[in-house]
């Protein structure tokens, strides 16, 4: 059973970027289709981005598209977040999640089946 260990959150100010890392133990993370989302106080988890086994394939969602990036360190095991241009509203809690399903219905949370324990991101204005 693949354990997922988000780092890389804190404060930044707005306008500013961070780079947050899922690492994996127990498992080859280039087996699992792995996604990011995040999710503020008194609001639902909401997918920020995916990618495929293979990084052949990535999809992000709508507020983050074109400042976000996601990657793959299969050397180091880790799926990584490149967060640029970043606003007060990314303020949330990041999990990084995992899944054995292929690239599909990646953008719902209900298809993975690993969670990490997620990696505090505050954007001050």
């Known amino acids: 059973q693949v354990q997922l260990v988000e780092s890389g959150g804190g404060l930044v100010q707005a306008g500013g970027s961070l780079r947050l890392s899922c690492a994996a133990s127990?498992?080859?993370?280039?087996?699992?289709?792995t996604g990011w989302f995040r999710q503020a106080p008194g609001k639902e988890r909401d997918f920020v981005a995916a990618i495929s086994r293979t990084s052949g394939s990535t999809d992000y969602g709508d507020s983050v598209k074109g400042r976000f990036t996601i990657s793959r360190d299969n050397a180091k095991n880790t799926v990584n977040l490149q967060m640029n241009s970043l606003k007060p509203e990314d303020t949330a809690v990041y999990y990084c999640a995992a899944s054995r399903r292929g690239f599909y219905n990646y953008y719902a949370a209900q298809t993975y089946d690993y969670w990490g324990q997620g990696t505090q991101v505050t954007v001050s204005s």
């Open positions: 127990g498992g080859t993370s280039s087996s699992y289709t």
